[in-house]
């Protein structure tokens, strides 16, 4: 029960507490049976203590209490499509939410359209002899605007903020859960027969598309005893006779699972082929394109994304589609993009290729309109880039505001790693 719920009932209870006019005059008309009403009484305190008793551990269980699995027909989560229009403030004081005093953050951070949904702190852990990434994830509250840590093994939270996918620590799990980030308990829960590693959300929050692997999908590469000879996707040439005729791919991913949220259930198996896209990451997790029509996996040495249809066959970008070198990509009115890692970094007009604005700050991450951008900032003078933090700056790269405070060093174990999304 969240605060919000409590609050409410209690409030409902105090409406319906009614006291008589007469209530002295029953009383002493009714003195004189009072004997034969203790039994009665005596049954109707049992009955009060009762209705506390099953009433108190609803209020103060654990808010991620197991859920209750019902054993019958699929769950109905009553998801309602994302839809994105113009971001309009709901007030000056909502536009901006920071929390520069705590690292990781203890207090919801926003900015415009987006928000810190969860964040991930990360250590690596021996597993059976061999080394693996293990996070600990914080998911957001949005009715406490507060983070709580969690024990689930990896987590996404769908635009709007009202839903997350979530699978169990050890990874690859064998079913996922659809967990109500307002009422904090998993709502559904989807078994599939291919072990998941991973999940994303479709941009409008009603798919998810879950990416399966036959081992840990965090394994250092160090770990990784098996591997796949692809052909080098990059051919020898006079130039460049080095170049080798094949790579090795060190991936267990698998193929991937389309789940229908609002009834919890999953479709059909795709295998994938790991050959398909030059990728030698070994946690290689599938997306959706932007209008949610495809699924996407980025390839690293041509820097775009290479797309397959619903049923897992290779298909042609959407039609708009624009590779980017950044995570922001494009502007929410088409008219920007957003330039690649490296500072300072620069926004262009996306029909010209002018540069509107430089940026002093490491990462272009996401936008919160069309004229303001989530950036990843380093702190003082940057004469250490790993000491950084969340920045909101404008285009012109005049305006920064801090939206979290510095991490002493991003690469080292328990730093944590910001999600954001859509709200």
């Known amino acids: 029960m969240t605060p919000r719920m409590l609050k409410q009932t209690l409030e409902e209870w105090s409406r319906e507490v009614h006291v008589p006019a007469d209530l002295a005059e029953r009383a002493l008309r009714r003195r004189s049976r009072l004997r034969l ?69 203890k207090k919801m951070i926003a900015a415009g359209r987006v928000a810190v949904s969860a964040y991930f702190t990360w250590r690596r ?31 996404e939270v769908a635009p709007g903020l009202r839903w997350a ?41 009603t798919q998810l598309v879950a990416t399966a692997y036959d081992d840990h999908p965090d394994l250092s590469r160090d770990s990784v005893h098996y591997g796949r000879r692809c052909p080098a996707r990059v051919a020898a040439t006079p130039e460049d006779p080095r170049q080798p005729r094949f790579q090795t791919v060190s991936t267990s991913r698998t193929g991937f699972y389309v789940v229908d949220v609002a ?22 997790d599938f997306a959706w394109s932007g209008d949610g029509t495809l699924i996407r996996e980025r390839s690293l040495s041509r820097w775009h994304d290479a797309f397959l249809d619903l049923a897992g066959r290779p298909h042609d970008a959407p039609p708009g589609h624009v590779a980017t070198e950044s995570k922001a990509g494009v502007s929410p009115d088409g008219t920007l993009l957003a330039g690649r890692d490296g500072m300072p970094t620069k926004v262009t007009e996306l029909s010209t290729g002018k540069v509107v604005g430089r940026q002093q700050v490491l990462q272009l991450l996401a936008w919160a309109d069309d004229r303001r951008l989530v950036a990843l900032g380093c702190a003082g ?24 405070a510095d991490r002493k060093h991003s690469q080292k174990p328990e730093a944590w790693e910001p999600i954001l999304t859509l709200r």
């Open 37 to 105: 009403t203790r039994f009665a009484g005596a049954v109707s305190c049992a009955a009060l203590v009762a209705a506390v008793a099953l009433l108190v551990p609803l209020v103060v269980a654990p808010r991620f209490a197991p859920p209750v699995d019902t054993g019958g027909a699929p769950v109905v989560v009553p998801v309602q499509p994302y839809r994105v229009h113009p971001y309009r403030a709901s007030s000056p004081a909502r536009d901006v939410l920071a929390d520069t005093e705590n690292s990781p953050p």
């Open 125 to 155: 852990r021996a597993v059976a002899g061999r080394e693996v990434m293990d996070r600990t994830w914080y998911l957001l509250d949005p009715v406490t605007e507060s983070y709580e840590k969690t024990e689930w093994g990896w987590a």
């Open 165 to 205: 996918a979530v699978l169990e620590k050890d990874l690859p799990a064998r079913r996922i859960g659809i967990f109500d980030m307002e009422k904090r308990q998993v709502r559904a829960w989807v078994s599939v027969d291919h072990l998941v590693g991973g999940v994303s959300w479709s941009p409008d929050g």
């Open 263 to 284: 009834t919890a259930t999953a479709g059909d198996f795709h295998a994938v082929d790991p050959c398909w896209t030059d990728n030698s990451n070994v946690r290689r």
């Open 381 to 404: 003078t940057c004469d250490n880039e790993f000491r950084n933090g969340l920045v909101l700056v404008s285009v012109d790269g005049r305006q920064t505001v801090p939206l979290t």
